[in-house]
């Protein structure tokens, strides 16, 4: 059983800051790509941006320069750093990661539980 463990949503001002962090855990036998989405009621699921387990990354356009992603293979952990934040960034932002359990197992995409993010004065 493999969970994702979401924290660090939060209330914000406009032009705030705030981090976030997933830790995936349980029977984990390699982790792909690890990555962040957001969804906001009555909208579909949208990419915030996505990390390889090299380093390579990808942004959303409207997150382009203000979020960093990153991640610690030791920890199974992927963060997401969000500065100079807008009303248009408030939802609920998931951990999603890529993971095989077994040596000869697929890759199984799995999702975290998500946590709310709120920008407002």
């Not at 030791?74 to 408030?90: C, E, F, G």
Request: charged letters at 15%; a positive charge.
């Amino acid at each position: 059983q493999v969970q994702l463990v979401e924290s660090g949503g939060d209330l914000v001002q406009p032009g705030g800051s705030l981090r976030l962090s997933c830790a995936a855990s349980g029977i984990i036998f390699a982790i792909d790509v690890m990555g962040w989405y957001r969804q906001t009621p009555g909208n579909l699921r949208d990419l915030v941006a996505t990390i390889t387990r090299g380093g390579s990354t990808n942004y959303a356009d409207s997150v382009k320069g203000r979020f960093t992603v990153s991640r610690d293979n030791a920890k199974n952990t992927v963060y997401l750093q969000m500065n100079s934040l807008k009303p248009d960034d408030t939802a609920i932002y998931y951990c999603n990661a890529n993971i095989k359990t077994t040596l000869i197992g697929g890759w199984r995409e799995h999702w975290g539980q998500g946590t709310q993010v709120t920008v407002s004065s």
